[in-house]
């Protein structure tokens, strides 16, 4: 008993040891997992993100333009990022909101403007 009114007295003259966080926003590490975003101008539709990924959680549709992410799949290991030919996948490291319903973040990439070739002249 004497053990327990010590740690009470003691913590009442201490500050707390967990930040207040509504008001003291967190700071995210530069090591942070975060969610996959995607730049969607630079994206190829390659699929080699969607082959490496190891939950499956990235699909590509090609006919359609679509880029999907599972985002309830993703383990947030990044090995996306680290395999895309353009490096158009980046990990943020900040993490994804809460939800009550499972979010698929579906990206619809613009077609590239096909450059004219040259026909030789006769």
Not at 23 to 33: D, F, G, L, M, P
Not at 44 to 70: H, M, N, V
Request: hydrophobic share 30%; net charge positive; glycine share 2%.
């Amino acid at each position: 008993m004497p053990k327990m009114i010590r740690n009470v007295l003691s913590s009442l003259f201490k500050k707390p040891a967990t930040a207040m966080y509504p008001v003291k926003k967190r700071e995210w590490y530069a090591a942070t997992r975060g969610h996959i975003e995607i730049d969607q101008d630079r994206c190829i539709l390659c699929g080699i993100c969607s082959r490496k990924c190891p939950a499956s959680a990235i699909t590509i549709d090609k006919t359609a333009r679509t880029w999907t992410i599972d985002r309830m799949a993703c383990v947030q290991c990044g090995y996306c990022a680290e395999s895309c030919p353009k490096q158009c996948l980046t990990v943020k490291n900040e993490y994804t909101a809460p939800d009550t319903v499972k979010v698929t973040y579906t990206v619809t990439v613009p077609a590239k403007p096909k450059v004219p070739t040259e026909t030789p002249s006769s």
